[in-house]
């Protein structure tokens, strides 16, 4: 099995950053993309930013200009950087990572979530 497991998140004043981690593991061959996805309450969950293998990142318009995505590749793990935060980016976050496995099983896999806050 593959898990996710996020960090960073928190409270933070507007025009604030904050940069939030997520560590892939498991039987995995390789990481074909990896995301972020968010959800504030009353509206569905959107894309905030993914990245594939060859390091393209794809932003929502929304974050374009304030939030960067990264991936090291050999540690497994996404990066998301979010500068000039406003209250309107309060959402839980999530991890995403597209997968090709070890082993017969799925391919897509979530993280947890964490909470991010923008409130002054």
């Known amino acids: 099995q593959v898990q996710l497991v996020e960090s960073g998140g928190g409270l933070v004043q507007p025009g604030g950053s904050l940069r939030l981690s997520c560590v892939a593991s498991g039987s995995i061959f390789s990481i074909n993309a990896m995301g972020w996805y968010r959800q504030a309450p009353g509206r569905q969950r959107e894309l905030v930013a993914m990245?594939?293998?060859?390091?393209?990142?794809n932003y929502a318009d929304s974050v374009k200009g304030r939030f960067t995505i990264s991936r090291d590749n050999a540690k497994k793990t996404a990066y998301l950087q979010m500068n000039s935060l406003k209250p309107e980016d309060t959402a839980v976050y999530y991890c995403n990572a597209r997968i090709t496995p070890l082993k017969p099983g799925p391919d897509d896999y979530w993280g947890q979530g964490t909470q991010v806050t923008v409130s002054s």
């Open positions: 990245i594939t293998s060859g390091n393209s990142p």
